[in-house]
């Protein structure tokens, strides 16, 4: 009928009209929505405070309070949803792609060419015996008082060699050989009966020689650096020093030899000597050029203050001529 037509377009308009609201609430939530989200960020960052932001290890916890970290966030509010551009791009050629099932082999290291000699590696100096049984402070080596019997390999570079309270019994050109910047040998207190006649000869830069308190019975030839010999406490006699041994010493300040076997003063004595001790030997008389020249009565030696030659046979009043050109006398028995 007509009036059953008009009631059921009416139904069909009312269903439509639903249906568009419908449609058209559901974008206008999401704008809503997405218009909260900016609010609720400004939010947060209103709580940091960036004016002192300083991001430090030190003060990580204290700028960020991760106690409460999901309820700053919603996650619910994530969709899980790609965005156009976070996919990685597909290879043009599927050859790019690692074929995964073959491993690649690891390159092996090929020899370096080797065109000249080979010269070994310089061995530092604690990894010497000396720096392992003694002690090795930049260029000095320490080796008091430990049980020694021979002089250990030095490094090449030693200034200062201190070897006393030990058992050494004899003294080799070899201990010593290419030791050019040493300038000090300490071996006081040992058993030294035998040194080679080059063992000290060699040495450039030697200066200091301490050899007291040994068994020497002769000395070996000494370099013409030589600034100060101790050799006291030994049994050295006269036969046992070279002819004129001292004569070229140039540099030659004190020679101190007391306490041995010397049956006279070894002379001549070089210019530069400034203090001889000679005492409790077994000297019976000098010379009157011992000392001085004695054709030369202007001659001063002034250098030579100091001259020992107590508890020795020896009447010094015997040769009054032999002093003239001497600062002062020298110490003994007058009488």
């Not at 939530?29 to 290890?57: I, M, Q, V």
């Not at 080979?118 to 010497?128: C, F, G, K, S």
């Not at 030369?296 to 009043?317: K, M, T, V, Y």
Request: with cysteine; glycine share 4%; charged share 25%.
């Amino acid at each position: 009928t007509l009036t059953g037509c008009r009631m059921w377009t009416l139904a069909w308009l009312g269903i439509t009209s639903l249906c568009l609201g419908a449609a058209r609430a559901v974008p206008a939530k999401e704008e809503r929505r997405k218009a909260e989200k900016p609010k609720a960020d400004l939010a947060l960052y209103e709580n940091l405070d960036l004016d002192n932001y300083d991001l430090t290890l030190d003060n990580y916890g204290e700028i960020l309070d991760l106690s409460n970290y999901e309820e700053l966030y919603d996650y619910g509010d994530l969709a899980p949803k790609i965005e156009v551009g976070t996919l990685a791009p597909r290879p043009k050629e599927p050859a790019a792609l690692p074929n995964r099932g073959v491993t690649a082999e690891t390159p092996k290291l090929q020899p370096p060419t080797i065109s000249g000699p080979v010269h070994p590696a310089p061995v530092p100096a604690q990894a010497l015996p000396s720096c392992l049984l003694c002690l090795c402070i930049g260029t000095s080596v320490y080796c008091d008082d430990a049980n020694l019997e021979h002089i250990p390999p030095l490094p090449p570079e030693t200034t200062y060699l201190y070897a006393r309270f030990n058992r050494i019994g004899t003294i080799r050109a070899r201990d010593f050989m290419g030791l050019k910047k040493l300038k000090r040998i300490d071996l006081t207190s040992n058993f030294i009966s035998w040194a080679d006649v080059d063992a000290f000869r060699l040495l450039p830069s030697l200066q200091e020689l301490i050899l007291p308190e040994n068994r020497l019975t002769a000395l070996p030839e000494l370099p013409r650096s030589i600034i100060r010999l101790d050799a006291r406490l030994n049994r050295i006699p006269s036969t046992g020093l070279q002819p004129e041994a001292f004569r070229e010493l140039k540099q030659l300040q004190f020679l101190h030899l007391s306490d041995n076997q010397l049956d006279y003063i070894p002379a001549p004595l070089p210019e530069s000597l400034r203090s001889l001790h000679l005492q409790n030997n077994n000297i019976q008389t000098m010379h009157e050029d011992t000392f001085c020249d004695s054709q030369d009565h202007s001659q001063i030696r002034r250098a030579l203050e100091d001259i020992r030659l107590d508890g020795n046979p020896i009447n010094l009043s015997l040769f009054p001529n032999a002093y003239f050109c001497l600062p002062r006398l020298p110490t003994g028995r007058f009488l």
